[in-house]
C-alpha cells in the first residue's frame, strides 16, 4: 500500500498523520510542544466575537485519530497527554464548544469505525452519530430524516496518496454524490479556502450557518438533513458578516483537535476575501 509523505504507519496498517504538512501535530498531542501564547490571544478574541452572537452556537472540535485508537499508534509511541491542546486552551474558547471523544469512544466500542486508519479525517458515520448527539445544544430536539445514505466512500483515503493531485481529484469526487434528498442551490466548487455553499432541503426546518474545514465535507450532509437552509462557509471560526448577511437561526462551526494550536482569527468579511482569492 502507498503511503503519503505526510502519514506514519502505525499497527496493522494503521496509518495516523505525522509527516509533512501535519504542523507538529504529534509533538502538540504528547504534550511536548505547548500552545503558543499568541495562539491562546487568538482564542480568546474569538471567543468574544463569538459571545456576541445573538443566536445558539455549537462548537465542534473533532478529536484525532492518534486520541480515539491509540492502541494503534507505532510500537514504542506514547499515547496523547492530558496537556494536549484541547485541555489546554478549551478554557479559552467561547462557551458552546465541545470536545465530543466520549460520544465517539461509546460509539467506537459499539463497533462504530470513526476512522478507517486510511484517511486523516473522520468518517462520515461518525460525523452523524457526533450531530447527532450535539444537536440538541442548538434547541433541535425534534426528530429529522437522513436525506443521504451514510458511506465509507464518502472517504478519500487521503493517507494512502503520494500526491497532492491523487487527493485533490479523490476529493472533488467524493463532492459529486447522487440520490441526495436536498438540493444545492450555490457551490464555489473550492475545495478549502474559499469553499461556500448554499442548501435547500424542503423538508428540513429553520436555517443554519456552518462554519468548518475539510472533516465539514462529512458534516454537511447531516446538517442539511436537519435543516431547510444551509450556508457552508470554510473557515475555523465564526465570520460576523456572514453571521449578520445570512441572519441564521443558529451557528456551528467544526475544526480539527490539529488546528488548535494554529488558529485563524475572526475577521469580518474574511469569508468574502477568501472567495474572491
Known amino acids: 500500500m502507498t503511503i503519503s509523505e505526510k502519514a506514519m504507519r502505525g499497527r496493522n496498517g494503521f496509518l495516523f498523520l505525522n509527516g509533512k504538512d501535519s504542523n507538529n501535530l504529534v509533538e502538540h498531542l504528547q504534550g511536548e510542544v505547548a500552545v503558543q501564547p499568541s495562539a491562546r490571544r487568538v482564542h480568546t478574541a474569538n471567543r468574544e466575537v463569538i459571545a456576541g452572537l ?132 450555490f457551490a464555489s466548487r473550492v475545495l478549502n479556502h474559499g469553499n461556500v455553499m448554499v442548501l435547500h432541503n424542503p423538508n428540513g426546518q429553520g436555517r443554519a450557518l456552518a462554519f468548518g474545514t475539510s472533516f465539514s465535507g462529512r458534516l454537511i450532509p447531516a446538517y442539511a438533513s436537519d435543516f431547510r437552509e444551509l450556508v457552508f462557509c470554510y473557515g475555523t471560526t465564526v465570520d460576523p458578516f456572514m453571521v449578520d448577511l445570512v441572519a441564521p437561526d443558529c451557528v456551528i462551526c467544526e475544526l480539527p483537535e490539529r488546528f488548535l494550536h494554529f488558529p485563524a482569527l475572526s475577521v469580518r468579511g474574511g469569508t468574502i476575501v477568501g472567495l474572491l482569492l
Not at 496537556?83 to 466520549?102: K, S, W
Request: aromatic share 8%; net charge negative.
Open 54 to 185: 445573538n443566536v445558539p452556537f455549537l462548537g465542534i472540535i473533532v478529536p484525532e485519530a492518534h486520541c480515539l485508537y491509540p492502541e494503534e499508534l507505532p510500537e514504542g509511541m506514547a499515547p496523547p497527554s492530558p496537556d494536549r491542546p484541547v485541555n489546554t486552551v478549551i478554557d479559552d474558547m467561547a462557551p458552546g464548544y465541545v470536545y465530543p471523544i466520549d460520544v465517539l469512544s461509546a460509539y467506537k466500542e459499539a463497533g462504530g469505525v470513526v476512522y478507517t486508519g486510511r484517511d486523516s479525517h473522520w468518517t462520515q458515520m461518525a460525523a452523524l452519530e457526533t450531530y447527532r448527539a450535539l444537536r440538541g445544544r442548538l434547541g433541535r430536539t425534534h426528530d429529522f430524516t437522513l436525506a443521504y445514505e451514510p458511506s465509507i466512500a464518502a472517504e478519500t483515503g487521503d493517507l494512502t496518496m503520494d500526491s497532492r493531485e491523487q487527493v485533490i481529484a479523490a476529493e472533488r469526487k467524493a463532492q459529486v454524490r447522487s440520490n441526495l434528498g436536498y438540493e444545492n442551490l
